[in-house]
């Protein structure tokens, strides 16, 4: 069974972002992490760049495959992991602590609404 924190809202597309008024950090699921292996590379945007819903945001890479990312909700991002950089094996080891990708300053609360409960994301990966 793969770790799936209810604090959380996903995509089916395998991202997470935590919820709130503020910054939202946003990464990859744990059961992402597992499909892809051992990732090797990320590649994410720069602070202030401005996401849309839906819009890729970045890639990882792994000893696999590479995956696009893309964004739970529109915003500005705020903040980038920089030790993804050096170490992108954070995403493997703690993709909901050390391995977030981004913090994004939401542009629209009820988009939150539109993506997965953790009850309907663990339906899915099942």
Not at 43 to 69: N, Q
């Amino acid at each position: 069974m793969f770790d799936t924190p209810d604090d959380r809202r996903y995509m089916e597309s395998h991202e997470w972002t935590t919820t709130g008024d503020g910054p939202v950090r946003i990464g990859i699921t744990d059961f992402a992490q597992d499909e892809l292996g051992d990732v090797v590379f990320v590649e994410l945007p720069d602070e202030g760049d401005e996401l849309a819903k839906g819009e890729e945001f970045g890639v990882v890479e792994s000893i696999k495959a590479v995956s696009d990312l893309y964004a739970p909700v529109s915003g500005t991002v705020t903040d980038v992991n920089e030790d993804l950089f050096d170490q992108p094996e954070l995403v493997n080891d703690d993709p909901y602590g050390d391995g977030w990708m981004i913090e994004v300053d939401p542009s629209d609360a009820d988009e939150f609404d539109d993506l997965l409960t953790p009850e309907e994301y663990e339906e899915q990966i099942e």
